[in-house]
């Protein structure tokens, strides 16, 4: 069983955001700021961390500013109303794992929550498993119990990323700053290219496929 921490000043959301991870079996404790998020961390092994942006005495980036800088690893998924680029830039230059959006959809909240668990699993172990296939992080060799493929750096990251999230849809966007960096002047053709690529050398592949999402970008599939 997971430990989350839930840090919001509304009680209501708090409440709601506990109902709804109850239900998948998760354990959850409760902050109304980062100061008090600090105190439970400092008590219980945190697994997790579900986190508002704007609250007193210590809001989420201060949190995760704090929590970073002391080597604090465990994932923070923020959820705010803040949509803009440069509020979503400023959380994950900080070190957030991810984000959802107010008004909150619970399915989906429980839905990146496992994700963001698994990934720190995968994380941990810098494999990923899938059937007879094993994406090695160290190596950057996919292996299969016939050979050990080693691709390039940004292919093997980009083919890591789409299949830690399986079903997930990630924009052209998405995936430039994640595996190319914020600041890189490479336009999102680049990730067309590496995908073909991919593509290509994964082709009679049956365990795992890299699909079109017309319109929004790609999505790992196994």
């Known amino acids: 069983m997971n430990d989350i921490l839930i840090v919001d000043d509304n009680e209501d959301i708090r409440k709601l955001i506990e109902i709804y991870l109850k239900r998948e ?11 008090e998020a600090l105190e439970v961390i400092d008590k219980h092994r945190i697994e997790l961390i579900v986190l508002d942006v704007m609250m007193p005495v210590m809001d989420g980036y201060e949190l995760t500013r704090e929590l970073r800088e002391v080597g604090f690893i465990v994932p923070i998924l923020m959820v705010t109303a803040k949509d803009t680029y440069p509020d979503k830039k400023k959380g994950f230059d900080l070190g957030i794992d991810d984000y959802i959006t107010k008004p ?12 963001l668990l698994r990934r720190a699993r995968i994380s941990q172990d810098k494999k990923l498993v899938i059937g007879d296939i094993i994406l090695d992080y160290d190596s950057l060799e996919v292996i299969t119990p016939s050979q050990e493929i080693s691709l390039p750096r940004k292919e093997f990251f980009l083919l890591y990323k789409l299949m830690s999230y399986p079903k997930k849809i990630f924009t052209r966007q998405d995936l430039l700053d994640d595996i190319w960096g914020y600041d890189t002047e490479v ?10 690529r991919l593509r290509e050398k994964f082709k009679d592949f049956d365990e795992f496929e890299i699909v079109t999402v017309r319109g929004l970008g790609y999505k790992g599939v196994y």
């Open 25 to 35: 079996g998760f354990n959850t404790f409760h902050a109304g700021n980062g100061q």
């Open 104 to 115: 909150i959809d619970m399915e989906e909240l429980v839905l990146r929550v496992k994700a």
């Open 187 to 196: 336009d999102e053709r680049t990730v067309d290219v590496h995908i073909k």
